[in-house]
């Protein structure tokens, strides 16, 4: 190595150079010190420029301010099929890349179906080269602490193109992909850092931030997200009304739909009146069911999702929880969210049989009329969070809550003093 440097000086002494070093990466500040002396005996003149997708390492290795990038205008249209082509072209959001990569796909091509099936399929989904857009991507992903890794795999799950709340984010990180050794530090604390770090890779785009800085809500670029479902494969699905098929490994499942008028699941989810099918999805770990206003009950053939960990329910104004006997076979549920549920007085007796022994995680907000919560609760050995919010006619909570080692967080509860 020793060699190696001497032989650097003599090619640069007293020349003036340009040195471009593309698409860095390491964020070692030691490293970039002891390169920047072997670069510095040169003559005056000679310009070194850094192209990276790491805020750190323009932090690190800058002199000047960084210059942003911005993605390409729509000006650069293929020459025939402009009409598909300009919709590919805002598929690709502005990334150079990307648009090289399926240009590549559609070059000599001139058959209008061969141009609608690249428009019309995810980009994850179409083979490609290791020097076209996804095999790049995936170098900044293969970059990220393992801890990163894990919840950026996660973003299947939030919806690709619209404005995400901050706290959507964390929230679900927070059950069960947030990694901490010290109890005393919040989970929002180290879901927040998370965030911020995603955020300086350039995960995230069109930040809304309020008037002190404070980062309100993003958007996960459409190429953001299809790197993310391509490195989850088949275990995080983000399912469009008009799937039909749902893989058997799936286990993070989100359905969203405009009009979930209908009073029960999509059959291909959870099939009422075949409910041997369930067993399709006994991998499944997440499921989240919300802004389902016609929704009444759920479906006994949910007690099939034995692997089910989270179960987060919020915004189904007629969804009535009461002697359901499904949740008595939800043998492996870590978390649950109950929120925005005006028809819930109390929680489901089913509940008592599995979840004093597998229940970490518990949160009910805005239940406008919920009167008890269940005498076992205390009893939930493994509880760490315990979170009552926005529920007015609470008026006491089992004795010896306060006596688990679970932290208690009570907002919003006037008759509880919280």
Same mark, same amino acid.
């Given at each position: 190595?020793?060699?190696?440097?001497?032989?650097?000086?003599?090619?640069?002494?007293?020349?003036?150079?340009?040195? !471009?070093?593309? *698409?860095?990466?390491?964020?070692?500040?030691?490293?970039?010190?002891?390169?920047?002396?072997?670069?510095?005996?040169? +003559?005056?003149?000679?310009?070194? !420029?850094?192209?990276?997708?790491?805020?750190?390492?323009?932090?690190?290795?800058?002199?000047?301010?960084?210059?942003?990038?911005?993605?390409?205008? /729509?000006?650069?249209?293929?020459?025939?099929?402009?009409?598909?082509?300009?919709?590919?072209?805002?598929?690709?959001?502005?990334?150079?890349?990307?648009?090289?990569?399926?240009?590549?796909?559609?070059?000599?091509?001139?058959?209008?179906?061969?141009?609608?099936?690249?428009? *019309?399929? #995810?980009?994850?989904?179409?083979?490609?080269?290791?020097?076209?857009?996804?095999?790049?991507?995936?170098?900044?992903?293969?970059?990220?602490?393992?801890?990163?890794?894990?919840?950026?795999?996660?973003?299947?799950?939030?919806?690709?193109?619209?404005?995400?709340?901050?706290?959507?984010?964390?929230?679900?990180?927070?059950?069960?992909?947030?990694?901490?050794?010290?109890?005393?530090?919040?989970?929002?604390?180290?879901?927040?850092?998370?965030? *911020? #770090?995603?955020?300086?890779?350039?995960?995230?785009?069109?930040?809304?931030?309020?008037?002190?800085?404070?980062?309100?809500?993003?958007?996960?670029?459409?190429?953001?997200?299809?790197?993310? /479902?391509?490195?989850?494969?088949?275990?995080?699905?983000?399912?469009?009304?008009?799937?039909?098929?749902?893989?058997?490994?799936?286990?993070?499942?989100?359905?969203?739909?405009?009009?979930?008028?209908?009073?029960?699941?999509?059959? @291909?989810?959870?099939?009422?009146?075949?409910?041997?099918?369930?067993?399709? @999805?006994?991998?499944?770990?997440?499921?989240?069911?919300?802004?389902?206003?016609?929704?009444?009950?759920?479906? +006994?053939?949910?007690?099939?999702?034995?692997?089910?960990?989270?179960?987060?329910?919020?915004?189904? #104004?007629?969804?009535?929880?009461?002697?359901?006997?499904?949740?008595?076979?939800?043998?492996?549920?870590?978390?649950?969210?109950?929120?925005?549920?005006?028809?819930?007085?109390?929680?489901?007796?089913?509940?008592?049989?599995?979840?004093?022994?597998?229940?970490?995680?518990?949160?009910?907000?805005?239940?406008?009329?919920?009167?008890?919560?269940?005498?076992?609760?205390?009893?939930?050995?493994?509880?760490?969070?315990?979170?009552?919010?926005?529920?007015?006619?609470?008026?006491?909570?089992?004795?010896?809550?306060?006596?688990?080692?679970?932290?208690?967080?009570?907002? *919003?509860?006037?008759?509880?003093?919280?």
């Amino acid at each position: 190595m020793d060699q190696l440097q001497g032989c650097l000086g003599e090619v640069l002494q007293q020349k003036r150079y340009l040195l !471009v070093l593309d *698409d860095v990466w390491n964020e070692d500040q030691h490293k970039w010190t002891d390169m920047r002396e072997l670069l510095m005996n040169c +003559s005056r003149g000679s310009k070194i !420029v850094v192209t990276t997708r790491s805020k750190m390492v323009a932090l690190i290795t800058g002199t000047v301010p960084p210059y942003y990038l911005r993605g390409l205008g /729509q000006d650069n249209l293929f020459p025939n099929l402009v009409e598909i082509g300009k919709e590919i072209v805002k598929k690709c959001g502005g990334v150079p890349l990307a648009v090289k990569t399926l240009g590549r796909l559609l070059y000599m091509k001139t058959d209008k179906n061969e141009w609608l099936q690249i428009r *019309d399929n #995810e980009i994850w989904e179409i083979e490609q080269n290791k020097s076209d857009i996804l095999p790049i991507l995936r170098l900044s992903y293969e970059q990220m602490p393992s801890h990163l890794r894990q919840c950026f795999a996660y973003c299947p799950m939030l919806p690709k193109g619209q404005e995400i709340p901050r706290e959507d984010f964390i929230n679900r990180w927070a059950q069960g992909f947030i990694q901490s050794s010290n109890r005393n530090r919040k989970l929002e604390d180290i879901g927040n850092q998370y965030f *911020d #770090e995603l955020l300086s890779r350039f995960c995230f785009l069109d930040v809304v931030q309020a008037f002190d800085g404070e980062i309100l809500a993003c958007k996960i670029h459409n190429l953001v997200h299809d790197l993310a /479902q391509s490195v989850s494969g088949a275990e995080c699905l983000n399912v469009k009304p008009n799937a039909f098929v749902v893989s058997e490994r799936v286990r993070h499942l989100f359905f969203h739909a405009e009009d979930m008028s209908r009073k029960y699941f999509p059959r @291909f989810l959870l099939p009422l009146h075949k409910p041997e099918l369930v067993q399709h @999805f006994t991998a499944l770990r997440l499921l989240r069911i919300y802004e389902c206003p016609s929704l009444c009950s759920l479906p +006994s053939s949910i007690r099939y999702l034995t692997s089910l960990e989270k179960l987060w329910i919020w915004n189904c #104004e007629e969804l009535d929880l009461i002697d359901r006997e499904g949740m008595s076979g939800l043998t492996s549920l870590q978390s649950l969210l109950l929120m925005g549920l005006p028809t819930l007085v109390t929680l489901p007796l089913e509940l008592k049989d599995t979840a004093p022994t597998t229940l970490k995680y518990f949160r009910i907000a805005d239940c406008p009329y919920l009167v008890e919560l269940p005498e076992w609760l205390p009893n939930c050995s493994s509880l760490q969070r315990l979170y009552i919010e926005d529920c007015p006619v609470l008026a006491s909570i089992p004795q010896g809550i306060y006596n688990h080692n679970a932290n208690v967080h009570i907002i *919003d509860c006037p008759l509880l003093g919280g």
